[in-house]
């Protein structure tokens, strides 16, 4: 009997779940740790924070996913790894560790919050998701009294789709008159096309929403914004959206990483130095050429982790990860609008969210119980 653990109940893990009941009756033992007894999908976070979506709406019940299959769900969070002695370790007072003869992570990716001053009130990062949800009634509670000033520090896909959900959720409040802007110091979504970014501006434009470009943030504390050029904006709501970090678990379990401290895997998405582990999504390093932080990563490594964590178990031959080709990209701005690209082709409008809340929704129904 093998030991499997899950650490992690994101994304790239959903078809893991979903199998456990085969791999028991292989039998092996499954366990599964997560730091919540729902995951929240992240791709229609900025849409709780917009009102579009309830937050049930949008989580999975993992702890009870899990459990229905036969698996044992432990809620903690992973600390570190001794990949010699197979073992995870959680924080917390629990000092026993969890052994595992095969062990699959999809631990997921941080926005950093050191440009946070320490106690800053009214200052949320953009992951965990579940933070959006909070803002979202801190908006509430300022529109209902006064205009509200919003401050985003990014200019990426992140820092847009939360401008146009903030944008959204202050219309819904009849507070038209909120103050929202952009601290993109270069570039804003350089990362994308001319023609998406061109979209994007025009909705910006026409919501009122301002760009405040030239200089990067330097800090924020409650109710500011302070740049490298030491101008000072007020606030009274900040969103972190400076882009994600694969967790630091395996940086501090002294595990072969990429440059950016994600676990360093092979095209069976295998560590490649303890081929017992596996992992997939945000946390991982692709050792052929690293991918870019999209959940469609981790949806199209479902089913390779899947066939390679029960191929590990058994004594099997593994199979190859293939990344595949360009994948689609659909920007939620709120309001029921969002921006579509894929190979050259762009638009903006109603039809672009339509097409993204088709997919979102039919996603999250598959593993609703």
């Not at 499954?30 to 917009?50: A, F, K, N, Q």
């Not at 999975?60 to 996913?65: E, G, Q, R």
């Not at 959204?168 to 952009?182: D, M």
């Not at 992992?279 to 390679?308: M, T």
Request: charged share 20%.
């Amino acid at each position: 009997m093998g030991e499997l653990i899950l650490a992690g109940a994101g994304h790239a893990h959903m078809l893991l779940m979903e199998a456990i009941p085969e791999i028991i009756a292989d039998g092996h033992r499954v366990t599964v740790i997560g730091p919540d007894e729902r995951h929240y999908y992240s791709g229609m976070g900025p849409g709780m924070l917009g009102g579009t979506y309830r937050p049930d709406e949008i989580s999975f019940p993992v702890k009870d996913m899990v459990e229905s299959r036969g698996g044992t769900f432990v809620l903690g969070k992973v600390a570190r790894i001794d990949p010699r002695k197979r073992l995870v370790f959680l924080n917390g007072e629990k000092k026993e560790p969890y052994p595992y003869d095969v062990l699959s992570c999809n631990l997921g990716s941080t926005v950093p919050d050191s440009l946070a001053e320490a106690n800053s009130k009214d200052v949320y990062s953009v992951k965990p998701i579940q933070n959006l949800l909070q803002a979202r009634m801190r908006i509430q509670e300022i529109a209902s009294e006064r205009t509200v000033r919003i401050g985003i520090c990014g200019g990426g896909p992140a820092a847009f789709e939360i401008a146009g959900n903030a944008w959204a959720e202050i219309q819904k409040q009849g507070r038209s008159s909120a103050k929202i802007q952009i601290f993109t110091g270069n570039t804003f979504l350089h990362n994308q096309s001319e023609r998406v970014r061109n979209l994007a501006l025009k909705i910006l434009t026409k919501r009122g929403i301002e760009l405040v470009q030239g200089s990067y943030v330097q800090r924020v504390a409650s109710g500011n914004v302070i740049l490298q050029n030491r101008e000072h904006y007020a606030q009274d709501i900040i969103f972190l959206a400076l882009g994600v970090t694969p967790s630091e678990v395996f940086a501090d379990s002294n595990m072969p990483t990429g440059k950016d401290g994600g676990l360093k895997v092979n095209r069976y998405l295998q560590s490649i130095s303890y081929p017992e582990i596996f992992g997939g999504g945000d946390c991982i390093c692709f050792e052929s050429a690293p991918l870019d932080k999209v959940g469609v990563y981790a949806v199209r490594q479902n089913p390779v982790l899947v066939h390679n964590v029960r191929a590990q178990l058994e004594g099997g031959n593994l199979k190859q990860f293939d990344p595949g080709g360009s994948y689609l990209l659909i920007l939620n701005a709120g309001g029921g609008k969002g921006i579509l690209h894929k190979n050259g082709l762009s638009f903006g409008g109603s039809p672009a969210f339509w097409i993204k809340d088709y997919i979102d929704r039919r996603f999250i129904k598959r593993f609703k119980p």
